[in-house]
């Protein structure tokens, strides 16, 4: 494969698409209030194993609880509220735990979020993916969209359009990332919109 095969594809869905997408640009958006970049973090860990419709009432119900909220999520003493409130994103009590011991590490281990996000992403990455309940995916979508890290995030429309455009045979996370990251300039704008690109260009087919 030629070194600007993953870069000329960027330039190729940038012009065919351009800004993309409903919530995109508030995910993409660089100067996000600390309030949004706590929802997009808890969104990641909801948007497993469902659509994001159903993560949307999930939230919007954590708001009207005023539990939107790393740091309140992180000292609970009782799940069930939690549970209760993010019902619609399914799977809501493994997701309140997932949420729980996320929130609280970050509570014990920094503080709070804001403190978090000053933190190195060589350092960050394998503490998030020592987290119950957070894998790769996740730990890459909380990084680059709530903490504006350059590291990209691998999903199954990334494998399936790496499969279309036939950019490689192996298909593993950690293959297909270093893949991206070494033939793109390491930028977290770049990033985050290529991912956005190729989301709405597979939801597309």
């Not at 997408?21 to 497993?48: D, F, M, Y």
């Not at 799977?91 to 281990?109: E, M, N, P, W």
């Not at 494998?159 to 279309?164: A, H």
């Amino acid at each position: 494969m030629k070194k600007n095969n993953v870069y000329s594809l960027y330039l190729k869905l940038m012009k065919k698409y351009g800004r993309v997408g409903k919530w995109w640009p508030e995910w993409c958006c660089l100067k996000k209030s600390l309030n949004l970049r706590q929802e997009i973090a808890l969104g990641a860990i909801l948007t497993q194993q469902t659509n994001w419709h159903n993560v949307e009432k999930a939230l919007n119900n954590l708001k009207k609880a005023k539990l939107l909220s790393i740091e309140k999520i992180g000292r609970l003493k009782n799940l069930a509220k939690l549970e209760n409130l993010i019902k619609p994103s399914g799977f809501y009590r493994i997701k309140a735990k997932r949420l729980y011991t996320f929130c609280s590490f970050i509570v014990k281990q920094y503080g709070s979020f804001k403190k978090l996000m000053k933190q190195d992403l060589i350092i960050l990455r394998p503490q998030l993916l020592t987290i119950y309940g957070i894998g790769p995916e996740t730990a890459d979508s909380i990084l680059l969209y709530a903490l504006d890290k350059p590291t990209f995030v691998i999903d199954e429309y990334t494998k399936r359009l790496v499969k279309q455009k036939k950019l490689a045979k192996k298909l593993s996370y950690d293959y297909l990332k270093k893949l991206f990251e070494k033939n793109l300039p390491v930028n977290v704008k770049l990033y985050q919109d290529f991912h956005a690109l190729i989301v709405v260009d597979q939801k597309k087919k």
